[in-house]
């Protein structure tokens, strides 16, 4: 199937503002579906979900269809689709969640490779009970994380493994599969922050073998807001803190408050926007996912591959971003140059690509990078062979020009 990047980028408003956007790791830009969606949720009748009023059932179909849409994205069951603010809450939210279980003597497991927000979380409620944080590290001459890591810090104790899919700073993708064979033979439950992930490559939760996985919509062309997948079953074994009057049924014991039905409507427009990204594609809405992933993943690793291959026409930068296994995102630094620099260079040039450690604090000091990091370039199924082509040779100026020390 052939991918009409042109016909894509004609649905972004964003992209007429003519930059070139290699910033998608931290968030995509939003289709104009999308936009529809959520204004015109806003604009129909719309109350507390229910069956009486046309406000109620329009609110209860938001979220049932939310529900079905994500499902078909993670390749989940719809009563194991929880909703919330961010990826980060969610976390916080099932840390506490789990850590009544917990006792002095347990342990809990995170990777150094990982966005803090499935570090952080999984610390503090382990300390809250006295329980004992353990790290599995990574390659940082390589990038690699590998079962062998985790493996290595497992013990009879060990109670939650929490690992990401996908390095959001490097685009590290580890063997979820061997990760959780391994964790699930110690006994242990496994987390999987797929937020990058979901971004880049089909999402199949069984296939994984996650437990707990959680993403965020805003980085795959929709709203802002977090998801998390589970199976209902171990769900419904899991007592949350709530309001005594919200129900307690599965999913919604896990929902604090009044769901944002504009949003919803937004994430469900989204993943319907990625279904019909592989032209001539048919069947189900996730067949039809599956088909666009393999699309877009052509797509952007083509693209990365020619990034690659002028960067390293440069001489003058190093790429982190070495994992066998990898999404389309690069971190860099440039000899005897500051990424800050760099990024604000490229962004006076119409070129949109951030530096820093990106919350993966612990990944970039383990590459030696400290807090500073690197310049990251990501890439989303918008982007072209045009701002391929704009980046480097804009790199190269940079490289060459007098302010390049500063």
């Not at 952007?300 to 994992?323: F, K, M, N, P, Q």
């Not at 990898?326 to 500051?338: E, N």
């Not at 370039?377 to 045009?386: D, H, T, V």
Request: contains cysteine.
């Amino acid at each position: 199937m052939t991918f009409d990047v042109d016909a894509v980028r004609a649905q972004f408003p964003a992209l007429k503002s003519g930059s070139a956007r290699f910033d998608a790791p931290g968030g995509t830009q939003t289709p104009q579906p999308v936009i529809d969606a959520i204004a015109e949720t806003m604009a129909g009748p719309l109350a507390n979900r229910g069956v009486t009023t046309e406000g109620e059932r329009n609110a209860e179909a938001v979220v049932s269809g939310a529900r079905r849409a994500l499902a078909d994205l993670l390749g989940a069951d719809p009563r194991g689709i929880v909703f919330g603010r961010s990826s980060t809450q969610l976390a916080y939210d099932l840390s506490r969640t789990l850590a009544k279980s917990w006792a002095p003597g347990d342990e809990v497991v995170v990777s150094r490779l990982d966005h803090d927000s499935n570090i952080r979380p999984w610390i503090q409620a382990a300390d809250a009970v006295g329980a004992t944080v353990r790290w599995a590290d990574f390659d940082p001459a390589t990038g690699e994380l590998t079962p062998g890591h985790v493996a290595e810090v497992l013990s009879a104790r060990t109670r939650l493994v929490a690992v990401t899919a996908a390095s959001n700073l490097i685009g590290t993708r580890p063997d979820i599969p061997a990760v959780a064979d391994v964790v699930h033979r110690a006994g242990a439950l496994l987390h999987v922050d797929a937020v990058h992930y979901a971004s880049h490559a089909a999402v199949d939760l069984p296939g994984l073998g996650a437990d707990f996985l959680v993403c965020s919509p805003y980085k795959f062309l929709g709203p802002h807001l977090g998801v998390l997948a589970s199976r209902p079953e171990l769900l419904e074994t899991l007592r949350p803190d709530k309001l005594l009057p919200s129900t307690d049924a599965v999913p919604e014991r896990f929902e604090l408050g009044t769901l944002p039905y504009e949003l919803l409507a937004g994430a469900c427009a989204a993943v319907d926007f990625l279904a019909g990204l592989a032209p001539g594609a048919d069947g189900t809405r996730r067949e039809r996912l599956l088909a666009a992933f393999e699309v877009i993943e052509a797509h952007e690793d083509a693209l990365r591959a020619r990034i690659e291959e002028g960067l390293a026409a440069l001489g003058a930068v190093t790429s982190h971003s070495r994992a066998a296994h990898r999404t389309p995102t690069l971190l860099l630094t440039l000899a005897g140059r500051s990424a800050t620099a760099a990024s604000r260079y490229l962004a006076d040039h119409g070129i949109d690509a951030p530096a820093g450690s990106f919350y993966a604090l612990e990944a970039s000091r383990r590459l030696g990078l400290g807090d500073e990091g690197g310049l990251r370039i990501g890439l989303a199924p918008y982007n072209s062979a045009e701002d391929v082509d704009r980046l480097l040779e804009t790199l190269s100026g940079f490289l060459d020009s007098s302010s390049a020390t500063g």
